[in-house]
């Protein structure tokens, strides 16, 4: 596959690539994405569909599932979210190393889906930030892997050394995140 | 319930009357009979598993609650089903039913949690579907399904986050997901797609 950033003629280089930081970091980051599966409703069966052989996530790199937080980078909120279990889910989200990633599983947990109810959150967006949503009900594995394939572009694009530096300039509470859906009109 | 059961049952337990049911034997007993009726019917005629406890809201009506049990004999495969009025239509109450059903206990705190019903005896009387701190009875005839404001169960997270409980938007739901169709256009939708929060009803 060509990479347009990086430049390299092994005749006049030799051993050497010339490239930049954010290529390399975001290349390496993309293609080992520790997903933790947050599998809360009927869209986490989909999931493990998605991580079985016969759609395999691992062909995308990212086949190791973590169920422990500190182990993993992207969480994959499948299902119906709770008030209750909000509360769960953020204190989770805190518990993961930086940098990591969300990918909203089907319409519950993007929008609350059927569930309009006084015991339904409308979106876990109100409480963490999201990068990717996935629509269905529930999505298919192929979806969820389309999903999964956006937030590798995604990753890709990022400003990683950037982003790292302004991380540690200010390392506490660095995101009081500009929540998508906290102020969000009910 | 045949004729000649309920009959049987009358003639031991006078307190009795028989209730109007679709399926299964249905009888109504006063609340405070109710541990003494459903200890002699599990240790004397063999109604031996509880298999459900629920409640009523009658709305307007008094008594507004109505507790519900359902009780199984595994020998002689039958149901009975009892009800029992709360006589408080404002904290309504029923005896516990734990010290003579383990069962009870679980089905109990739900029904205190979901239709705010004090069972009194009962050993752990907290909410188990709601959270703790959650202020109201959700099956309530008078409370909306969208439900209330109110904060968060977690002071820390709200702080972080700015979310609260807030009701949910309806928008002509509740949101169902139709069957038929490719899984593209079966996406959960309202029925009735005419109104919004921002756009009023129609009124016919």
């Not at chain 1, 869209?43 to 996530?57: K, N, P, T, V, Y």
């Not at chain 1, 930030?129 to 979806?143: H, I």
Request: glycine share 6%.
């Amino acid at each position: 596959m060509q990479n347009t950033n990086v430049a390299y003629d092994s005749k006049v280089e030799g051993e050497i690539i010339v490239t930049q930081a954010d290529a390399v970091i975001n290349w390496i980051r993309k293609h080992s994405v520790w997903p933790m599966p947050m599998g809360l409703a009927c869209c986490a069966i989909e999931l493990m569909a998605a991580g079985a052989s016969r759609f395999d996530i691992s062909r995308f790199g990212m086949e190791v599932m973590r169920f422990s937080p500190r182990q993993a980078d992207c969480m994959i909120v499948s299902g119906t979210v709770t008030y209750k279990m909000a509360e769960v889910i953020r204190r989770i989200y805190e518990q993961m190393a930086e940098p990591k990633w969300v990918v909203a599983m089907g319409a519950c947990a993007s929008t609350g889906g059927m569930y309009r109810s006084y015991a339904t959150l409308q979106g876990v967006d109100r409480i963490i930030p999201v990068d990717v949503y996935v629509s269905g009900c529930p999505p298919r594995p192929e979806a969820l892997l389309d999903a999964m394939i956006k937030l590798q572009d995604k990753i890709g694009r990022e400003r990683s050394v950037k982003n790292l530096t302004a991380r540690n300039a200010k390392p506490a509470k660095a995101e009081n995140l500009a929540l998508a859906g906290a102020g969000k009109e009910s | 319930m045949a004729e000649s059961d309920f009959a049987q049952l009358k003639e031991r337990f006078d307190y009795l009357s028989e209730r109007q049911s679709a399926d299964h034997s249905a009888v109504n007993c006063p609340a405070d009979r109710l541990v003494e009726f459903c200890s002699a019917l599990r240790d004397d005629l063999g109604y031996d598993l509880l298999v459900d406890v629920t409640a009523v809201d009658w709305d307007a009506q008094s008594p507004r609650f109505t507790g519900i049990y359902h009780l199984l004999s595994t020998t002689k495969h039958e149901y009975l089903r009892i009800a029992a009025d709360c006589a408080d239509d404002i904290n309504p109450s029923l005896p516990s039913l734990c010290e003579v059903f383990a069962a009870a206990n679980w089905h109990e705190r739900e029904t205190y949690d979901l239709m705010g019903i004090h069972y009194d005896g009962h050993p752990d009387l907290r909410r188990i579907l709601m959270w703790d701190e959650y202020p109201y009875h959700p099956l309530r005839k008078d409370f909306p399904l969208a439900g209330i404001e109110v904060p968060l169960p977690a002071d820390d997270v709200a702080e972080a986050t700015g979310a609260t409980v807030l009701p949910a938007p309806m928008m002509g739901g509740p949101f169902v997901s139709s069957a038929d169709g490719p899984m593209s256009q079966t996406e959960p939708s309202a029925r009735d797609e005419s109104w919004t929060e921002q756009k009023e009803k129609p009124t016919d």
